[in-house]
């Protein structure tokens, strides 16, 4: 079992990790924004074009799917930070 000052240090080093978190979720969001645009783009148009617009497509769900795993994380460790806090009082 950790210590009161252990257990605060530990919520206070987790909550800087979610800081931390919160702002690959915001970049993965915008960058899963602009590669969707470009997919649109790229998918109604022909050619080669058309491939860019497929690959960007994939490259969209992929970072997509990255954006929830973080955003996930951050829930579960809110959740965890919580958790500390609560055996403490």
């Known amino acids: 079992m950790l210590t009161k000052t252990q257990a605060l240090d530990e919520a206070k080093r987790q909550k ?4 931390s978190l919160g702002k690959w979720r915001r970049n993965l969001f915008v960058f899963t ?3 969707l645009i470009l997919a649109v783009f790229g998918l ?4 080669w074009v058309f491939g860019l617009g ?6 969209a769900g992929i970072s ?3 954006t929830l795993t973080v ?3 951050i829930r579960n460790g ?12």
Request: with cysteine; proline share 0%; charged share 10%.
């Open 16 to 19: 800087q990790a979610l800081t």
């Open 33 to 35: 924004a602009c590669i």
């Open 44 to 47: 109604r148009s022909s050619g």
């Open 54 to 59: 497929v690959a960007a497509a994939v490259v």
């Open 64 to 66: 997509f799917l990255l």
């Open 71 to 73: 955003h996930l994380s």
């Open 78 to 89: 809110v959740r965890n930070v919580e958790a500390i806090l609560r055996t403490l009082a």
